[in-house]
């Protein structure tokens, strides 16, 4: 069996009719993806092509347009797949276990003054 084939009947499983699928520009790109960004940014990258495309009502002349804008990015990809991402960075916590805490406020315990002051 090869694509082809395997796309009319992954279409026929889940009831997509008149879908137009060109092969071959799913083939650079998700291969650009894989090898610019990771592996797993290549199935991501097809899915979220159609998911633009099915969204934005794209013909296939729109749908080449949106590839090229997807491949660019992933060419211009200068990020390791092992780097870490910098919202995801472990920042060290200060040792205050010489602080006395004693009458601190902490977030619930202000948040509950706030709805005591507001009944």
Known sequence: ???HDWIDELC?????EDVE????LLADLTECAAENVERLAAPV????????AATQDAD??????LAARAQVLAEGWDRPSDAPDPDDVDEPIPDDRTVDHTGDLYLDDRADELVDEEV
């Open 12 to 16: 026929d499983v889940l009831d997509l």
């Open 21 to 24: 699928v060109d092969e071959g």
């Open 60 to 65: 296939p002349d729109q749908v080449e347009k």
């Open 1 to 3: 069996m090869n694509l």
């Open 45 to 52: 990258t097809a899915f979220l092509l159609g998911f633009a």
